[in-house]
């Protein structure tokens, strides 16, 4: 069978709370393994809210849907401060950015608390933004950031990334509404350990299969190299997303 963009493949999936430093509760879901223990786990960190990103974005969720069955990544997905999906809504409101500062570092933590192993963060657009601003924990292994629009992460950001030494993608749409290819290529240049990957025919949004299982291939070759290229069949159970 191919997998197709409604496939959801086997996992251990349950309904998380993360407790924020300052007091929020958010809604969020764990997908494990079916069978085995993690090898590593992705933190996502969703698109604006305010412009309908949210834990259930259909990059994240395709993530979630795939890489535990066949790469045996954990996957953690949450709504940010006053973001609601269909898993529900998080407590407080959007802090453009800023009190989200709790919001990553109560997810870093759960992964901790959890015994989750190798951590990666995973940021689509304003999640990237959080990702360069926040995600800097000696937890976190490296960050893949998709469509970064580089609008409220500053170059002091950038520097302090490059100081913590670790792994950083960028995948870049070559049609992308905010950064293209080029400028992205100078932007990060100031972070020696970045890596810029260019998509051809690719726009912000990843719209289309072809468009995520480029994403989803990139991911696993960082975070889970040995699952790399993804399959694109499935020969075992399955259900349908109907989202």
Known sequence: MDIRA??????????????????LALIGELALPKERPPAA????????????????SHVLRKASFRLPALADVAVLRFNTRGTVSRHGASEGEFGDGETERHDVAAAIEFTEFEGLPEPWLVGWSFGTELALKWGRDPAV????????????????????????GRPLVALVPEFDDY????????????????????VDGAKHLWVGEPSVRVVLDEVVTRVAPWAHPLPTEWDGPYEKDTL
């Not at 409604?6 to 007091?23: H, M």
């Open 141 to 164: 292994r490296g960050a893949v950031l998709l469509s970064p629009p580089l609008h409220h992460a500053s170059d002091a950001d950038l520097d302090a990334w490059a100081d913590f």
């Open 41 to 56: 786990t992705i933190v996502c960190l969703h698109p604006l809210p305010t412009a309908e990103g949210m834990m259930d």
């Open 6 to 23: 409604s496939t959801v493949l086997p996992a251990r999936r349950r309904p998380v709370t993360l407790q924020t430093a300052d007091g």
């Open 179 to 198: 950064l293209r290819p080029a400028e992205a290529e100078r932007r990060f240049a100031r972070v020696p350990q970045a890596e810029v990957v260019g």
